[in-house]
């Protein structure tokens, strides 16, 4: 049973690094599917972040893309978020989750997500 | 890109159907068939209910059923039940560059 838990500070600073981590547990990064972090403000919607495959190859929200970084860590089965300059505006449940996902001749189609890890706050205050 | 389209709200008695639609664009949910729902609980996680329009992953009930038309998507709860009161999400392949793109959500109430 394949099943990721999220882990970081759950209170930042605003204008410095929001950094997460998604330790996977029950299957291997480094056997296919693409890894990818969604975030819901409170009371609010989804908002996909972006997605990383175990190649290192990244795939962002273009609106967020200027202040995100995705990287993958197979030896530890993990991969994680940076968030950069963050504001208030930033204050959500973090998810990480496991994407469908196939990418062959420069272009990439993405479809699902499943699982979901539970989710952390962080919540972005000075 | 703006998010695609939900009804903020649907409700309906036990026993009954409701469909929810999901409203987006020949750049997207008209483009592909890689529309996604989910269901979310106060204070869970989302849950994929369907994928790729209209298949069901293992686990969910059949009851749960997906369609497309067009640009817009359809989320079809037969049969309701109480534990169906939930938050419900479309999300959406967008094409290359915007790649995901989710709807505003969908608060389903059983009466």
């Known amino acids: 049973q394949v099943q990721l838990q999220e882990s970081g500070p759950g209170l930042v600073k605003p204008s410095e690094t929001l950094s997460l981590t998604c330790a996977v547990s029950?299957?291997?990064?480094?056997?296919?599917?693409?890894w990818g972090w969604i975030r819901q403000p409170p009371g609010k919607g989804l908002e996909w972040i972006g997605s990383?495959?175990?190649?290192?190859?990244?795939y962002y929200n273009p609106s967020l893309k200027s202040r995100v970084t995705i990287s993958v860590d197979t030896s530890k089965n993990q991969f994680s978020l940076k968030l950069s300059s963050v504001t208030a505006a930033d204050t959500a449940v973090y998810y990480c989750?496991?994407?469908?996902?196939?990418?062959?001749?420069?272009?990439?189609?993405?479809?699902?997500?499943?699982?979901w890890g539970q989710g952390t706050l962080v919540t972005v205050s000075s | 890109q703006s998010a695609l389209t939900q009804p903020p709200s649907a409700s309906g008695s036990p026993g009954q159907s409701v469909t929810i639609s999901c409203t987006g664009a020949?750049?997207?949910?008209?483009?592909?068939?890689?529309v996604s729902w989910y269901q979310q609980h106060p204070g869970k996680a989302p849950k994929l209910m369907i994928y790729?329009?209209?298949k069901r992953p293992s686990g969910v009930p059949d009851r749960f059923s997906g369609s497309k038309s067009g640009n817009t998507a359809s989320l079809t709860v037969s049969g309701l039940q109480a534990e169906d009161e939930a938050d419900y999400y479309c999300?959406?392949?967008?094409?290359?560059?915007?790649?995901?793109?989710f709807g505003g959500g969908t608060k389903l109430t059983v009466l």
């Open positions: 989750t496991r994407q469908w996902g196939n990418c062959s001749g420069g272009r990439c189609y993405f479809s699902w997500f499943d699982p």
């Open positions: 029950g299957y291997s990064i480094s056997s296919g599917y693409y």
């Open positions: 990383i495959y175990h190649s290192g190859n990244t």
């Open positions: 020949s750049s997207d949910v008209g483009g592909y068939n890689y």
């Open positions: 790729e329009v209209s």
């Open positions: 999300t959406s392949y967008a094409g290359s560059n915007i790649y995901v793109i």
